[in-house]
């Protein structure tokens, strides 16, 4: 398979993420975020665990537990206080760090080339996310703003620590470990927020099993295969497109209105995601010999 298909199959999980923003407005409104991240996390987990019927062995419980806590509890857990606390713009422009810090970690722990023209991709992208969707009237909160940065930095590592503990195993069983983890770790967290159920109708029903299904289980396998297949630096920067894609359905679907300021920011985040690429495409620098050859 080529690399563009990689490359196309991987785009659809953040492009698909996008939607959680409105599904979650429009189908579940009042919900509480913690028992969402539950109900979106942990049935998708047995989802693919039916389907693959494969458990880890007792040597990976660890690791599939840390990582279903950085890639979910704590991301999701951190993503909500965050939601809360701040203007969505602020905490969706803190987000978009994640990027430039997986460069920054994948550098350290995988020994992956730092490369300026991917550090400026990235800063160009976070510029793009700020100026689609951070409004004037943003307000900052200290909490908030730590926990927008917790949050980045949990899914930046896990993304990372996903591709360094890579098991022997395809990405369905690797997304059905760390979705089910996540789920498991995500509801004391939801007990603790709101101790009662959350009462589900149809439409709450129909929202939950496309942030599931969908939302979580397809899009976490073609995240983990595409990240199996390209490295954490190559598609760090297709989640630029999550916050795109949550404007131009709002555009689409809602009927809001985009500025000219939003536009640009949009071109920027297309812009620095095919510099990006480029930058991830481009052959490393050849490494020269400290001995230079002696002329006979």
Known sequence: MSRQTDLFLTALAPIIWGSSYIVSTEALPGFDPFWVGFLR???AGVLLL????????????GRVIILGGLNFAIFWGALFVAAYRLPGGVAATLGA????LVLVLAHLLLGAELRLAAI???????GGVALLILGPDAQLDAIGLLAA??????MALGTVLSRRWQPP?????FAAWQLSAGGLLLLPMAWISRPELPQIDGTALLGLIWLSVIGAALTYVL???????LGPATISSLGFLSPLSAVLLGWIILNQALSPVQITGAAIILASIWAAQRAANTPP???LNSKIESRV
């Open 41 to 43: 996390a942990l049935p």
């Open 50 to 61: 039916v389907i693959t019927r494969q458990f880890p062995e007792r040597a990976w419980w």
């Open 97 to 100: 760090v994640q990027p430039l």
């Open 120 to 126: 400026l991709a990235a800063l160009a992208g976070i």
């Open 149 to 154: 940065l917790i949050g980045a930095g949990s």
């Open 169 to 173: 195993v395809p990405p369905l069983t």
């Open 223 to 229: 995240f983990f295969r595409g990240l199996a297949r």
């Open 285 to 287: 620098r050849p490494v």
